[in-house]
């Protein structure tokens, strides 16, 4: 490999840094709304004990199933099947605690854990190493291509 087949380019970094930087910030607001959103859930919704009726057999792998539990709210009967496949299910018959929306019944939680904002910290740090590299590539460049550079990586992220 000769010298001249890998030169470094600072347009192309800070155009990458840019946009990496714009896509963790999607996935803070992102994260940040779901985890709110989920946790006020949590406080609104009300707690009720479901019993195991049935499985769920997944189409691709027969030995994970989803257990479907039936629940009463208000004197009417209910019936959901969970998300989540797995090989170790509960047993027929056994009680789960579940949450359910007052205002709709159907609508229910299946953890009563509230969600941390893990997700959004880590996202917070990708948008910072993004920040990070598009100023280490802005700096390496002369200032008549900088002003240039950031015209046209604003043109190409916005049209």
């Known amino acids: ?18 946009l990496f930087t714009l896509v963790s910030l999607f996935f803070v607001i992102w994260s940040f709304v779901y985890t709110r959103n989920y ?8 707690e009720v004990s479901a019993i195991v009726v049935d ?10 199933k989803a ?6 709210v208000n004197g009417n009967s209910y019936r959901k099947t969970s998300t989540k496949y797995s090989n170790n299910n ?15 019944p159907t609508d229910i939680i299946w953890s009563n854990k509230k969600s941390s904002y893990l997700v959004t910290f880590i996202s917070l740090i990708f948008v910072g190493i993004g920040l990070y590299n598009s100023l280490y ?22 049209n």
């Open 55 to 64: 499985y769920d057999v997944s189409s691709t792998d027969e030995n994970s």
């Open 67 to 72: 257990i479907v539990v039936g629940y009463i």
């Open 90 to 104: 509960q047993a027929i018959g056994s009680s789960v605690d579940i949450l359910y929306n007052p205002a709709d």
């Open 39 to 46: 946790n006020n859930n949590i406080d609104t919704y009300k």
């Open 137 to 158: 590539a802005y700096n390496k460049m002369d200032k008549k291509t900088k002003n240039k550079q950031i015209d046209d990586n604003m043109n190409k992220l916005f």
């Open 1 to 18: 490999m000769s010298k001249n087949e890998f030169k470094y380019n600072p347009k192309d970094e800070l155009f990458f840094g840019i």
